[in-house]
């Protein structure tokens, strides 16, 4: 059979690649946000990308999400989760289906409980309940922990705290920390923990997705930190999770573990900040008792040295060597003395006549004077003759003149 005015023949590839065309060209499709439900979902193992399809009751839209914006989910898609996929309309012309490249994602409802979670921050702001930021107690001897009975926060809490400062004492005061009724639970849980005596609240539970962690950005759980009258450390979630909760406690912890770490000091260096300064304050003693047994040494010479009786006896002492220094002059003086009546003595000897007698010599008187002249004597006078020893009288017979 002829057909008339019979169209070109063209390939599947360039059927697709038209419509693929046409579907960019369309500015409608370029920017879509699409609601629906997440089936067969993958994600790539090797390349991170996710390829999932969005369905509703009636019928059902291919989704791809490359890694790139995949790896900026604050979520995990899942098989039955209500997400709105934000991106554009594009072919994919190897299989010809068409699909949403998806840019962004969020859970449905996602961008209004946002907003309304905005609006509530602005609220509690604006009220001051996230002014408060009262000092942890540096040693706490009771610390009370609203969290799960059976979660593994608590576990960490509990080793933590027991491995760093086993002196405190944990009291457990447990809440629902997921579900509908979670934020009173909470809220209840910390009104219990003011009747327990802690010194510090450590409150939370560990990381999950928004709405695992819904419980604390709620305003009663909000209100319920700010009123504790027990300075408390928020420990919801990871490092990158902030809730209202955090905002409200005086201090925020990025995980159960960090809050634990917060809440009391480490036992070893405790134990060798307390050896150190055992260690100085001997030294500084021993130094002390030093400086005061020199100081009462010196004042202890100086009572002895002002003392009457050392007094006395440094008199006594000044007497004894004047004494001595009297009596050894007096016996210089008189040795003095004696060596010079001596010489005296000598010089008078020498000089005495009797002393010439000794000698053989005489000495001639007349009349009772000593005759140094045989002129001065005529025969027949009478002279008396003095020798060394004894006397002799006799007669002058001759004189003789030389």
């Known amino acids: 059979m002829e057909i008339r005015n019979r169209p070109p023949v063209?390939?599947?590839?360039?059927?697709?690649?038209?419509?693929?065309?046409?579907?960019?060209?369309?500015?409608?499709?370029a920017s879509v946000s699409v609601r629906g439900e997440i089936s067969n979902f993958t994600r790539h193992y090797k390349t991170g990308h996710l390829y999932f399809t969005l369905k509703d009751e009636q019928t059902q839209l291919k989704a791809v999400m490359f890694a790139g914006n995949a790896s900026e989910l604050s979520f995990e898609p899942e098989n039955g989760a209500l997400v709105v996929c934000h991106g554009a309309i594009t072919v994919y012309e190897p299989s010809g289906v068409y699909q949403i490249n998806c840019s962004f994602m969020e859970q449905d409802g996602a961008g209004e409980q946002a907003a309304a979670l905005e609006e509530l921050k602005k609220r509690l702001l604006g009220e001051g309940l996230f002014s408060q930021h009262r000092p942890i107690p540096q040693f706490p001897k009771k610390i009370a922990v609203v969290t799960s009975a059976g979660g593994a926060a608590l576990q960490d809490v509990i080793n933590i705290i027991s491995r760093r400062y086993p002196v405190a004492t944990l009291v457990?005061?447990?809440?629902?920390?997921?579900?509908?009724?979670?934020?009173?639970?909470?809220?209840?849980?910390?009104?219990?923990?003011?009747?327990?005596?802690?010194?510090?609240?450590?409150?939370?539970?560990?990381?999950?997705?928004?709405?695992?962690?819904?419980?604390?950005?709620?305003?009663?759980?909000?209100?319920?930190?700010?009123?504790?009258?027990?300075?408390?450390?928020s420990a919801v979630g990871h490092e990158t999770d902030f809730t209202i909760a955090d905002m409200a406690a005086d201090m925020r912890a990025p995980t159960p573990s960090a809050a634990a770490e917060l809440a009391v000091p480490d036992a070893s260096v405790l134990l060798a900040a307390l050896t150190g300064t055992e260690q100085a304050l001997k030294s500084r003693i021993r130094r002390c008792i030093a400086d005061y047994e020199n100081d009462l040494n010196y004042r202890s010479e100086l009572v002895k040295a002002l003392s009457p009786q050392n007094k006395i006896a440094s008199a006594q002492q000044r007497l004894e060597s004047l004494s001595q220094r009297i009596s050894g002059s007096i016996h210089a003086k008189l040795e003095n003395a004696e060596r010079s009546i001596e010489?005296?003595?000598?010089?008078?000897?020498?000089?005495?006549?009797?002393?010439?007698?000794?000698?053989?010599?005489?000495?001639?008187?007349?009349?009772?004077?000593?005759?140094?002249?045989?002129?001065?004597?005529?025969?027949?006078?009478?002279?008396?003759?003095?020798?060394?020893k004894g006397r002799i009288s006799a007669k002058v017979e001759k004189t003789e003149k030389e």
């Not at 010599?361 to 001065?376: C, I, K, L, M, Q």
Request: avoid cysteine; glycine fraction near 10%; aromatic fraction near 4%.
């Open 172 to 233: 457990i005061v447990p809440a629902q920390v997921q579900g509908a009724t979670a934020p009173q639970s909470v809220a209840a849980a910390l009104e219990r923990a003011q009747d327990t005596g802690a010194d510090t609240i450590i409150f939370g539970r560990g990381g999950g997705s928004s709405e695992d962690l819904a419980a604390f950005n709620t305003e009663i759980v909000a209100r319920a930190v700010y009123n504790s009258a027990i300075p408390t450390i």
């Open 343 to 388: 010489k005296s003595a000598e010089l008078i000897s020498a000089l005495n006549p009797m002393g010439v007698l000794v000698r053989g010599y005489s000495v001639t008187y007349h009349g009772g004077r000593v005759v140094t002249d045989a002129a001065a004597l005529r025969t027949g006078d009478d002279i008396e003759v003095r020798l060394s």
């Open 10 to 29: 063209v390939t599947v590839s360039q059927v697709n690649r038209v419509v693929s065309m046409l579907i960019k060209g369309d500015r409608r499709l």
